[in-house]
């Protein structure tokens, strides 16, 4: 079945730099890639996804890169803000159509 | 107010007692999904169900238990057999086929 591995799991940065979370994926017919932020005592909330026929996608402060080949993705977020603090979840849905985590990654930014 | 709901939001458990956790969607989702949190091990999935009167096991689906007899509900039965059932427990729907998948607050679960 499908494995997603997420690293780091916790990343420290200083407001206004940028925030890199890299992920990878074992089964090459995953098609859909979404991230998920989870605030301290709340639920995960969708930011971004991607599916396979593109290979990056921003939202403003917020993107994602595919790399089908080497099956892995990445969220980058730049000029972190503090309330970019949270556990951020990677996730794969298989070919059963169900969804995968990652570890999560704690990002804490620095004021 | 549309969403998914899950009850109650604490729960404290005796050992050897089942308990049932409640989750309920109005989005008129048909895959609703059950997911285990414990720190530093990420979300991880216990059961799943794509249609009504079916569902699935996850990665961890020893000792719990479900049932899908309606759309809208997805309860999640934590029974004496799971030999560590302290955990925050995640419900969530999505239309399937790489939809968003909503996420209930979570019920917090502690076994005393």
């Known amino acids: 079945g499908e494995n997603v591995e997420q690293h780091p799991s916790t990343l420290s940065v200083q407001e206004g730099d940028s925030a890199v979370i890299k992920c990878t994926y074992s089964d090459s017919a995953s098609n859909y890639f979404p991230w998920y932020k989870q605030e301290l005592g709340k639920r995960p909330q969708l930011i971004i996804d991607?599916?396979?026929?593109?290979g990056e996608k921003k939202d403003q402060r917020i993107a994602v890169t595919l790399n089908k080949t080497a099956k892995h993705f990445s969220l980058h977020i730049t000029e972190t803000q503090p309330e970019d603090s949270a556990v951020y979840f990677c996730a794969a849905e298989d070919s059963s159509y169900k969804l995968i985590f990652g570890s999560g990654t704690r990002l804490l930014v620095r004021p | 107010d549309g969403g998914i709901t899950q009850s109650p939001k604490y729960l404290f458990r005796k050992e050897g007692q089942n308990v049932t956790l409640s989750c309920e969607q109005n989005l008129n989702h048909d895959a609703m999904y059950w997911y285990r949190q414990d720190p530093g091990q990420g979300l991880r999935l216990i059961y799943y169900?794509?249609?009504?009167?079916?569902?699935q096991k996850g990665d961890i689906a020893e000792g719990y238990s479900v049932s899908r007899e309606k759309k809208e509900s997805f309860p999640l039965t934590v029974t004496s057999a799971q030999k560590n059932p302290t955990a925050f427990y995640l419900c969530a729907s999505s239309s399937g086929f790489s939809g968003e998948a909503f996420f209930g607050q979570g019920t917090r679960l502690t076994v005393v």
């Open positions: 169900s794509q249609i009504v009167n079916d569902f």
């Open positions: 991607i599916r396979s026929n593109v």
